[in-house]
C-alpha cells in the first residue's frame, strides 16, 4: 500500500526558511516520482516541485524556481523540499505525491497518491 507522510512545517517569518520531508512506504521510491504542491484556502492546488525517480530529472515552478530546492534520498525512502526566502504568498498546506511516470509532473491531476499535508504559515 502507497503511504506518503509530510512533515517539517510550522511558522515561519518572512525571509526565513523550513525543510519539508516526505516519508514513503508501500512502493520503491526509485520507480516513482515524487512532486510537492501546495494549496492555500480558496486556490487551487498548486504545483510546485517534481522530481524523477528514474534518474533524478527536477522540475520546479515558475514561483519557487531559484527558492526552494527537491532533493530524494533513497535510503531514508524521503523526499525533501528545502524552501528558503519565504514570503506570506507561501502560506498553504503542503502536500507530496507519488505517480511511477506522470506526463505532466507538476498537474495534480496525474497522481493518485497523497501525503495528509503540512501547514506552513509565513507571518512576523
Known amino acids: 500500500q502507497v503511504q506518503l507522510v509530510e512533515s517539517g512545517g510550522g511558522l515561519v517569518r518572512p525571509g526565513g526558511s523550513l525543510r519539508l520531508s516526505c516519508a514513503v512506504s508501500?512502493?520503491?521510491?526509485?520507480?516513482?516520482?515524487i512532486a510537492w504542491f501546495r494549496q492555500a484556502p480558496g486556490k487551487e492546488r498548486e504545483g510546485l516541485s517534481y522530481?524523477?525517480?528514474?534518474?533524478?530529472?527536477?522540475h520546479y515552478a515558475d514561483s519557487v524556481k531559484g527558492r526552494f530546492t527537491i532533493s530524494r534520498d533513497d535510503v531514508k525512502k524521503t523526499v525533501s523540499l528545502h524552501m528558503n526566502v519565504l514570503e506570506p504568498e507561501d502560506t498553504a498546506v503542503y502536500y507530496c505525491a507519488a505517480d511511477p511516470l506522470p506526463l505532466k509532473p507538476l498537474d495534480p491531476n496525474e497522481y493518485d497518491s497523497w501525503g495528509q499535508g503540512t501547514q506552513v504559515t509565513v507571518s512576523s
Open positions: 522530481i524523477s525517480g528514474v534518474d533524478g530529472t527536477t
Open positions: 508501500g512502493f520503491t521510491l526509485n520507480w516513482y516520482g
